[in-house]
Nanobody, 116 residues
């Protein structure tokens, strides 16, 4: 079955960096686009970044452009989210997402807290 497992979250001071990882299994990772979403307390889940199957194209939510970078390693079935210059408003649970064979799949989420 399809599985998405995130890791790499934690507590970081404003201006700091974190790298999230999402290890996948159960589908042919290299043929599917991947996304990162986040959900802050009391807010709706929002799309943060997306990447095409071969990594050739990426897109970002406006507030993270220039600070976050999505990437993937198809040999490791893993997608990453490098987050730099973090701000308190980046605090949220971050989720990995894949749409595989007409089904939505989510990871369990990883908490990112930006606070001094």
């Amino acid at each position: 079955q399809v599985q998405l497992v995130e890791s790499g979250g934690g507590l970081v001071q404003p201006g700091g960096s974190l790298r999230l990882s999402c290890v996948t299994s159960g589908f042919t990772f290299s043929t599917y686009a991947m996304r990162w979403y986040r959900q802050a307390p009391g807010k709706e889940r929002e799309l943060v970044a997306s990447i095409t199957s071969n990594g050739g194209s990426t897109n970002y939510e406006d507030s993270v452009k220039g600070r976050f970078t999505i990437s993937r390693d198809n040999a490791k079935n893993t997608v990453y989210l490098q987050m730099n210059r973090l701000k308190p408003e980046d605090t949220a649970v971050y989720y990995c997402y894949a749409w595989v064979l007409l089904h939505n799949y989510w990871g369990q989420g990883t908490q990112v807290t930006v606070s001094s």
